[in-house]
């Protein structure tokens, strides 16, 4: 099991609790996406608070950007991705660690 990630140009070690065989490429943006939900598991963060966190958006801004990178993080992740990050209808997405 590789002990990184690597990105388009730099390498960060892989999470514990991600194991990826061959591990994924992730960018910048996915691998901050994935970091902050990590860091609250089993707690729904919504749209908005994901928007302004990990890419600095200003309150009430609308995109579709946040469901492209899920759709992308879970493709790269496998299995493991599919089963771990849940979506919530019109709330936000979740990290479920031990499902």
Not at 53 to 64: D, H, I, L, P, Q
Not at 80 to 87: M, S
Request: glycine share 8%; aromatic share 12%.
């Amino acid at each position: 099991m590789p002990s990184e990630i690597t990105y388009t140009d730099e390498k960060q070690p892989l999470s514990p609790e991600i194991p990826v065989e061959d591990g994924p490429r992730l960018t910048r943006l996915e691998s901050a996406l994935l970091a902050w939900l990590q860091q609250y598991p089993g707690k729904c963060l919504s749209r908005e608070s994901l928007l302004q966190n990990v890419w600095g958006y200003r309150e009430g801004v609308k995109s579709r950007t946040l469901d492209v990178h899920i759709r992308r993080l879970r493709f790269k992740l496998g299995p493991l991705g599919r089963k771990r990050i849940k979506t919530f209808f019109r709330d936000g997405y979740c990290w479920y660690p031990d499902t």
